[in-house]
């Protein structure tokens, strides 16, 4: 099934219960942005001043990241740039663009790893794959050409959920934080220190939070997905026969990211032996060796509920020994699972409205 590029954002996809612009102070999120907005502001009134009281400002407002707190990593340093940019063959979309991954651990030895992403702007986003224990240093160029005839706001964000950082790097606009506009503007850069704290271990969104709107323009793509793995040993549950067993995950092959939008998937095909990002579009096919072990990343976008089955399959419910067949996600939820390949399939929104519109793809797992 062929679909054009400007059928993919024709549901709203805005993103409209994201707490975004609270200044988390390095408070770790445990809930999916569900913190009533009166303790939220409460908060931000108690520790926002705080941060700022000691804060001698020399006029030079736009790249904050001097001001953070360069915390010395336990695991690996991560410094990235990105370009916010146009889709190359969409009409009006807009995608964040991979340029530079490299990675220091922490005897010095700096791996350059930019070669595992698309050369080219995509949707979703490149996966920024972390582990416990590590920090990204994030530095955003924004390449949206024209802002003006297209964009009421023209700077770009990085805001980020579930990973720990400070005020500087929530990525929004002065009209929300009441303080800065946390963007790159079409002059100036921005850099964003992501702190992959314990506890953080998760699949979490990122998106834009500034453009269009004080909302950003995550409906006009630009979203992406942060994995953050384990620090060391790390396991996940998969069924075999009928049962919840724990593997390394060392053994997953293949991780895939599928955004579920209110119409399509939307997503990417990782290999975690080389490492590499394949960009698959809409409604993809997965593929699969038979015997491997490979692990979905589900993140739902937009307003609908949806129905998640992959028949002839069952996976363990994170943080359960449960075994299930199928999976309720609605807006802003997310579902990562393991299984072991064994068998073609199709994976789909089982709902009503995801059947009529065809919400399916196919799981192919070759010998
Ligand atoms: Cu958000």
């Known amino acids: 099934m062929k679909h054009r590029f400007d059928e993919i954002f024709s549901m709203d996809v805005r993103h409209s219960q994201c707490n975004s612009g609270i200044p988390r102070l390095s408070r770790p999120l445990t809930e999916w942005m569900v913190i009533p907005a009166l303790i939220v502001s409460m908060s931000f009134f108690l520790f926002g001043d705080s941060v700022h009281a000691n804060e001698k400002d020399s006029g030079h407002t736009h790249n904050r990241a001097d001001k953070q707190e360069k915390k010395k990593p336990k695991g690996n340093l991560h410094r990235i740039e990105m370009f916010a940019d146009k889709l190359v063959e969409g009409e009006d979309f807009l995608a964040y663009r991979m340029m530079l991954h490299e990675v220091t651990d922490k005897k010095g030895n700096t791996t350059d790893i930019t070669n595992r992403y698309s050369r080219e702007a995509i949707i979703p986003g490149p996966t920024i794959i972390m582990n416990e224990g590590d920090i990204a240093e994030i530095t955003l160029f924004n390449q949206v050409p024209n802002p003006d005839e297209v964009h009421s706001h023209e700077n770009v964000s990085l805001h980020v959920h579930g990973v720990h950082y400070e005020f500087h790097s929530d990525g ?112 993809p096919t997965l593929t699969a060796t038979s015997g491997s072990n490979v692990r979905f990343h589900l993140l739902a976008l937009g307003t609908n509920l949806h129905q998640f089955t992959l028949p002839g399959y069952s996976w363990v419910e994170p943080g359960t020994n449960k075994l299930i067949s199928e999976k309720a996600i609605g807006p802003l939820e997310k579902h990562v699972f393991a299984i072991q390949a064994s068998a073609d399939t199709f994976y789909q929104d089982a709902t009503f409205s995801g059947k009529t519109q065809r919400m399916v793809g196919e799981f192919n797992v070759n010998p």
């Open 172 to 283: 929004t606009l002065k009209y929300i934080n009441l303080s800065e506009d946390q963007g790159a503007t079409l002059v100036q850069s921005y850099t964003y220190r992501w702190d992959a704290a314990p506890g953080t271990a998760g699949t979490w969104p990122y998106h834009d939070h500034n453009m269009n709107t004080h909302n950003g323009a995550e409906d006009k793509g630009l979203f992406g997905a942060l994995i953050v793995n384990p620090a060391s040993d790390g396991v996940v549950s998969i069924s075999q026969g009928g049962n919840s067993i724990s593997v390394p995950l060392s053994s997953i092959k293949k991780d895939y990211v599928l955004y579920i939008l209110d119409d399509i998937f939307i997503g990417t095909e990782i290999d975690t032996l080389t490492g590499e990002q394949t960009p698959i579009m809409v409604n």
